[in-house]
């Protein structure tokens, strides 16, 4: 319900603001239709005011369906039962391509907000810098025909250090800090400024909107066998992947996490590479840059997880949502990752900027033979380095652990051959998972996957501790 007092002041607009709702979605302003949504993980938002019914009671309604099917992202699959002997009449079930429950329903906020009936509706910054100076450009959106915008730069203690008017323009700072990753000995991470921006009335003088955005100068680049940021080299540690909610995201700019930012497209396969999937899929990475496009935490966007990156259409495919995505920020890399595939059969690694892999040897194959673990990565991780010639991550290793066991010389075997790599193109090792989490059901999942380093209750396993000294030997080093 929409409190009677929120609709009784006229001058302001109204817009209704879903976070995430997993996966057609349609939102009703009392009777009337107001706006629809495919995809999960991804805000989206229309503006209502007309809608509503000034003094009375105002209903809100959103109607959610987590059906996957062949054009979705995830994809999924329905099966039709017609044998009535052995299923009831119209049966069908659900098939899945991802290792998550398919979750339904409206999982993060859902805000309704007002602005000004002129208003700042976006802004784009770009950073960059030099010796001497930073140079921070930015290009403002806003719903006016006449007002002027007037900018400031502020820096983290709200002292204002660049001025600057008009939509758009570049402001100068010949004295800066930058946005540094979190580092254990880098006790100066993670500088944010903020961008204020005020619309003020060509005619009265007055303001009519200002709206602030935080961001970070920073710089993000990569050769064959570094990835840079700021110019220095940057090694990966972590858990990946999908994308995170807004809170996330924020906490990350805040502390200087580093983050690949991944549209929600996990398993794709050979019948999920049509034209509809295609115009969806550049939809949501379009989405998913104006979402986070501001954030100094993101490095690097991926378009996919575990795509069928072998098939000849993964090529096309590809490269077009690729293309896209550099086309909404060509300041970021691009890359996707690779499941089980061989590198003389893929289609897909020549449009990225960086080679990332996911590796279960001793666990999918060879099960329990972690004496192979270093001799099969080094071997795959190679020849994928010499054939496309980038950078590498390790998108994804670890094994399934029932609390209170041990996969700790599991992990071991793999940070034994990482540190060979690391000093040759390595850029990254990420552990699978943070924490153990749901799934579907099956008989190798018993109440979910357990690839967490973390309980689905955030208790340590073993393999946490062992985590937490590589990571602090590693980051110590830096
Ligand atoms: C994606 C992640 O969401 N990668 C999967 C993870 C898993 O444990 C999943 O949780 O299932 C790994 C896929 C590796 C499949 C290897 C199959 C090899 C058969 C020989």
Known sequence: MVPKSLVTVICCLYSACLGDAHYNTIVWVNTVEVMRHSGGHLPFEAEVSKYFLHGATNRLTVAVNNTLTPTTLPPGTITYQNDT???????????????????????????????????????????????????????????????????????????AVGFEKGLSGVIVLTSYSLWWPYTMSNTTYAYLYTLELTLISSSEGSVIDIYRQPFGIRTVNVTNKQLLINNKPFYCLGTSHYPYAEEIMDEADRFGFVVIDECPGVGIKSNNLGNVSLEHHKSVMRELVARDKNRPSVVMWSVANEPVSADTNAGPYFKEVISTTRQADSTRLVTFVIGPSDYWKDQVVPYVDIICVNHYYAWYSDMGHIEVIGLQIKQDLDMWHKTFNKSIILSEYGADTISGFHSVDYLKAHHTVFDVLRNDYLVGEMVWNFADFMTVQGVNRPYGNHKGIFTRQRQPKPAAFTIRNRYVSLGTQH
């Open 85 to 159: 002997s052995r299923y009831p009449e119209g049966y069908f079930t659900q098939n899945i391509q991802m290792d998550f429950f398919n979750y339904a329903g409206i999982h993060r906020p859902v805000l309704l907000y007002t602005t000004p009936s002129q208003y700042i509706s976006d802004v784009t910054i770009v950073t960059r810098f030099n010796e001497t100076a930073a140079y921070i450009q930015y290009n403002v959106e806003a719903q006016s025909t006449s007002a002027v915008v007037v900018t400031r730069v502020l820096n983290a203690d709200g002292k």
